[in-house]
């Protein structure tokens, strides 16, 4: 996000209702801005859910919570846009190419509840190549939003075989949290 888009929704947001509270805060501001995503109706649904649950959110405490679990979630739900450079392999690389402990988190799609762990992912240099930097960024990209361990598996597999081409590849994840 450029800055200066982060500066019109503070000028925007700074001619709020009298008496709210504004915030400058990037993180924040950044969560209001993700394409797509409506930060005041996924408030106004939190506090919804919590009150069907029988949660006061009207109390001091919990006054603020609906809009910080709209802000989590949008975070939570959003990735930047995947930019893969590769490069071709013209030194004929062959050996595997391994990054291990790549941290991840997401929100299981059956349950909405957050799991996060690790994945080791490597692969067979084909026709081109890409940094290990890049392997990190791939796992995050797919495992932004509601997801399956599975499909995360899936996704990064085929992604590495249409953009390198790659002669083979592996994924191994060990989920090791669960809300």
């Known amino acids: 996000m450029k800055r200066g888009h982060i500066a019109a929704v503070v000028a925007e947001a700074s001619h709020s209702a009298p008496g709210r509270a504004v915030t400058a805060d990037p993180a924040?501001?950044?969560?209001?801005?993700i394409a797509g995503v409506d930060i005041g109706a996924a408030r106004r649904a939190a506090a919804d859910f919590l009150s069907a649950l029988g949660i006061d959110v009207d109390r001091e405490e919990m006054r603020e919570t609906p809009a910080r679990m709209a802000r989590a979630y949008a975070e939570l739900f959003s990735t930047l846009p995947l930019r893969l450079t590769t490069f071709a392999n013209d030194e004929g690389y062959d050996e595997l190419v391994l990054a291990r402990a790549i941290?991840?988190?997401?929100?299981?799609?059956?349950?909405?509840?957050?799991?996060?762990?690790?994945?080791?992912?490597?692969?067979?240099?084909?026709?081109?190549?890409?940094?290990?930097?890049?392997?990190?960024?791939?796992?995050e990209h797919f495992a932004a939003g509601p997801q399956v361990q599975e499909?995360?598996?899936?996704?990064?597999?085929?992604?590495?075989?249409?953009?390198?081409?790659a002669r083979g590849w592996g994924w191994c994840s060990r989920r090791s949290t669960r809300a």
């Open 28 to 33: 924040v501001l950044a969560a209001r801005t």
């Open 103 to 139: 941290p991840f988190r997401t929100v299981c799609e059956h349950h909405l509840l957050p799991f996060s762990g690790l994945a080791h992912v490597g692969y067979l240099p084909g026709e081109r190549i890409v940094g290990l930097s890049k392997l990190t960024r791939l796992v």
């Open 151 to 165: 499909r995360l598996t899936k996704q990064v597999a085929e992604c590495l075989a249409a953009r390198l081409r």
